[in-house]
């Protein structure tokens, strides 16, 4: 099979781009890095069976479906899994529990606590969602500017 001109030149192009990619692979990865931070793909993520015990800062989103002894505080949202927990405070933007939140949770958006979800312990949010068979047992201030309002201390 005889290959034309054109299909030679893009089979040379991609074996090279190829080849190129092996052994820069730092800077693609860095690259791809950088293109999921500017889509918003960029996460952090406790997985079941893991455990963290201390103070948490995040630049980006949070899931939790292990257990977390502490405070987390995030600019983004923070998702509590299923088989999420966490005994502390949270600060974010936004949250959404599935899980088992022990603890004060400021959101300075919106907190959505699911059917599967249960917080014991205050809630500061401007928007607050709750499904039916949710459970909530403590305080709730909703509202207003909640920026300033309960530092995760």
Do not use: H, W
């Amino acid at each position: 099979m005889r290959m034309s001109k054109k299909s030679c030149k893009f089979a040379r192009n991609f074996v090279c781009k190829q080849m190129s990619t092996m052994f820069n692979r730092k800077k693609t990865e860095n690259i791809m890095a950088n293109d999921r931070q500017q889509s918003g793909m960029m996460f952090n993520a406790l997985t079941a069976g893991s455990k963290i015990v201390g103070t948490i800062t995040a630049d980006s989103d949070y899931r939790i479906d292990g257990l977390i002894e502490g405070d987390l505080s995030c600019t983004g949202k923070v998702v509590i899994g299923e088989a999420g927990r966490v005994k502390g405070n949270i600060m974010c933007q936004n949250a959404e529990i599935l899980g088992i939140m022990d603890g004060k949770i400021t959101c300075s958006n919106q907190l959505s606590l699911r059917s599967s979800g249960k917080i014991t312990g205050d809630v500061i949010t401007k928007t607050l969602i709750v499904e039916p068979g949710a459970l909530l047992n403590g305080t709730c201030s909703m509202g207003g500017n909640t920026a300033g309002k309960g530092d995760a201390k």
